[in-house]
């Protein structure tokens, strides 16, 4: 397949176009830029340098990618903006690169982000995310594989959200979201349950939704301090995958130090 560069597009001698790429008109890609085969630019996108774009991506009008951080630390270090493969970034996405602090931004394979959404430096969203229209993320966000944040919500810096969990719309999420439950809400950011419908749909069987329920039934409602709570789930529930990854996600933080943050209802 050809690469097919619309004529008024500005593509630096220094960028990489894998086969089939498309770069439609008035877009322009800078120097030190890969990508990857069958993805399709469209128009006034602004690709930077240090970006690492997959196969069959697809980059809608207006959409910025590794921008420079909205750091003051920042001091034009080398740093990257790495985006999997099939991910769709739809109108006037800004995507920064990162920092010094991780070397760069990470978005993973066939996600959906939709228009005006920003994320900032450092952040790393895994695979089969969707991010509604017009999501702030501060720097040093994480998101687990499957999550689902909504529209117009904000998400603080170093805040995390665990896999397959769902963030409401217009949430102000100040605190970490564990993995496979609901959260929301503006003037008191608050658990609100299990993902039920979420996770039915990606295939969980009853059983291993209901241990998901006990888990956080302990956690949430025992009354006990969250140290405490995660013993009596370590020694009351069979350690199943997923009750192990709800305990890691509360005693391990994201770079190996010891963690326990409550989240509060």
């Given at each position: 397949?050809?690469?097919?560069?619309?004529p008024t597009a500005v593509v630096d001698q220094g960028a990489?176009?894998?086969?089939?790429?498309?770069?439609?008109?008035?877009?322009v890609i800078d120097d030190d830029v890969a990508i990857g085969e069958g993805t399709v630019i469209g128009p006034h996108v602004h690709i930077g340098s240090g970006t690492r774009l997959g196969n069959s991506c697809r980059i809608h009008a207006g959409a910025v990618l590794a921008g420079v951080p909205q750091d003051l630390k920042y001091d034009g270090e080398k740093t990257y903006l790495h985006i999997g493969d099939r991910?769709?970034?739809?109108?006037c996405v800004t995507l920064n690169r990162g920092t010094r602090a991780s070397g760069k931004t990470v978005i993973g394979s066939d996600n959906?982000?939709?228009a005006y959404v920003h994320t900032g430096h450092d952040c790393v969203i895994g695979n089969h995310v969707i991010i509604a229209n017009a999501v702030?993320?501060?720097?040093?966000?994480e998101v687990g594989d499957y999550a689902f944040v909504g529209g117009l919500s904000g998400i603080h810096q170093f805040v995390r959200i665990g896999r397959y969990s769902m963030v409401g719309g217009i949430s102000?999420?100040?605190?970490d979201v564990p993995p496979f439950v609901m959260a929301g809400g503006h003037d008191a950011f608050r658990y609100e349950?299990?993902?039920?419908v979420g996770l039915k749909r990606r295939g969980f069987p009853p059983e291993r939704i209901s241990l998901i329920k006990d888990a956080y039934r302990i956690i949430f409602q025992?009354?006990?301090l969250l140290s405490n709570a995660i013993v009596k789930v370590q020694s009351e529930l069979p350690m199943e995958p997923e009750i192990a990854e709800i305990i890691d996600f509360f005693t391990v933080g994201s770079n190996g130090r010891k963690f326990l943050k409550p989240f509060k209802n």
């Open positions: 397949m050809q690469i097919s560069i619309h990489i176009l894998g086969e089939g790429v498309v770069v439609g008109p008035y877009s991910t769709v970034v739809r109108e959906l982000i939709m702030q993320f501060g720097g040093h966000c102000r999420a100040s605190l349950g299990l993902n039920i025992s009354g006990l």
